[in-house]
């Protein structure tokens, strides 16, 4: 049977912390192998953590920026604080300096005064959606669209019968978009495909791994694990940025992402440039 093409592909990024070693031991290094690879798009990770103080975290995204700029990668996105309680201001200035115009919000412990079990119950769930539907506000003066990105624990059952992530989205201001963790979710028993379809247009971007869908176990080029990477690009046309990530690779985990990417082209899924 002949497969359906992709009209328009999607645009390849990946997610710097699956660099997170070599990075720490070589990040201009690090960022000229992705250029090498063929990146035109990266998705950074740890703008705004609350661990450490606000100008040596603006020094450290300057940094990254001078970087990307000398190697012709743009941020497609980034995963940082959420900017809302007493550091709003600098978050957003830090991400003013990124220059992309998605924030996603990778866990709820980058939202101030919440931690990984900000979703156990109904009225955490609660309080956690106010306060990202604060912070997109914020974010929205400033020219900025605020996202969520899920992992495996969000499809807990809370007290109203429903997921914590069904129930959370219910909350949230529907301007906030969905980073779909593809494997996450494929983790967590549900179906990637139908989730996206059911998702509509509000997902803008995909995480894009494969592996046994297993926490804590490595992870593996696309195409090697259970998760049918083709179902869940055609169930999101909406999601313009293929975000390829690996949390962790039993191998050298810029080949594996290389491979990764080079499946998706040869598929005519994604591509290196923006269509």
């Known amino acids: ?31 000229a192998r992705l250029a090498q690879l063929g990146f035109r798009y990266v998705e950074p990770f740890g703008l705004g953590t609350r661990h450490r103080p606000a100008a040596e975290r603006m020094e450290s995204v300057k940094t990254l920026r001078r970087t990307l700029d000398e190697h012709g990668i743009q941020a497609s996105s980034v995963h940082a604080a959420a900017p809302v309680g007493p550091e709003t201001e600098a978050i957003l200035d830090e991400l003013e300096v990124l220059g992309t115009r998605l924030t996603v919000v990778s866990w709820p412990g980058e939202v101030w005064g919440f931690e990984r079990d900000a979703l156990a119950t109904l009225d955490g769930t609660q309080r956690f959606a106010d306060a990202m539907n604060t912070a997109a506000a914020n974010a929205a003066g400033r020219g900025l669209q605020l996202g969520y990105h899920n992992h495996w624990w969000e499809w807990n059952t809370l007290e109203n019968g429903q997921s914590a992530y069904d129930t959370l989205l219910s909350l949230l201001d529907p301007v906030i978009f969905t980073e779909v963790d593809t494997y996450w979710a494929q983790t967590a028993g549900q179906d990637p495909a139908t989730l996206l379809e059911r998702l509509g247009g509000r997902t803008l971007a995909l995480h894009l791994k494969d592996g046994p869908a297993v926490p804590e176990v490595p992870q593996v080029p696309l195409g090697g694990g259970v998760v049918d990477y083709r179902a869940v690009i055609m169930a999101a046309p909406s999601a313009r940025w293929h975000v390829l990530e690996m949390d962790a690779s039993a191998g050298d985990a810029f080949e594996d992402v290389g491979q990764s990417a080079q499946t998706l082209i040869a598929a005519g899924l994604s591509a290196w440039e923006a269509q």
């Open 1 to 31: 049977m002949t497969e359906l093409p992709v009209l328009q592909p999607g645009t390849l990024s990946v997610q710097l912390y699956t660099f997170r070693d070599a990075m720490e031991q070589d990040t201009p290094g690090s960022i």
